[in-house]
């Protein structure tokens, strides 16, 4: 059922259980997983587009996932992509479409849902805009 999974990671310290998540998942259905990390920036009309990240350390957090699952016999792919900050929900979507993932794997930051919708959290948006099963892990 799950023959393709896309995992989103970040550099939260959910990560490490995100991908364990997604490895037990992978390895019930010998399935094949796409680890996306998006590098989100911010627009600020008079100095341009700022990062929180290099994209060094960006490609750091993509490598060590794949390693990971690699090394728990996973076949796994990793994608680095830029996007503006308040547009990753729908990157991880599109991800998940263009890959033909059955699942998207996720981790949340343990936000309630009220303060996920005020605070726009990514996990929410995705669950909401979702067309595939979402699998959040706290």
């Known amino acids: 059922m799950y023959e393709r999974l896309l995992v989103a990671v970040d550099h939260s310290q ?4 995100v ?8 390895s019930l259905a010998n399935g094949e997983v796409w680890v996306l990390h998006l590098r989100e920036a911010e627009f600020m009309p008079r100095a341009g587009v700022i990062a929180n990240e290099t994209r060094d350390e960006a490609q750091a957090a993509v490598d060590a996932a794949v390693a990971e699952l ?19 929900a729908k990157e991880i979507i599109d991800d998940a479409r263009s890959h033909d993932c059955g699942v998207i794997i996720m981790g949340s930051k343990g936000r309630g849902d009220l303060a996920g919708l005020v605070l726009g959290s990514t996990a929410h948006k995705v669950i909401h805009l979702a067309d595939r099963p979402v699998l959040v892990i706290r």
């Open 14 to 17: 959910i990560t490490g259980r």
């Open 19 to 26: 991908l364990k998540a997604a490895s037990d998942l992978a």
């Open 70 to 88: 690699t090394q728990a016999g996973i076949k796994a792919h990793g994608e680095l992509r830029n996007t503006l900050y308040g547009h990753a």
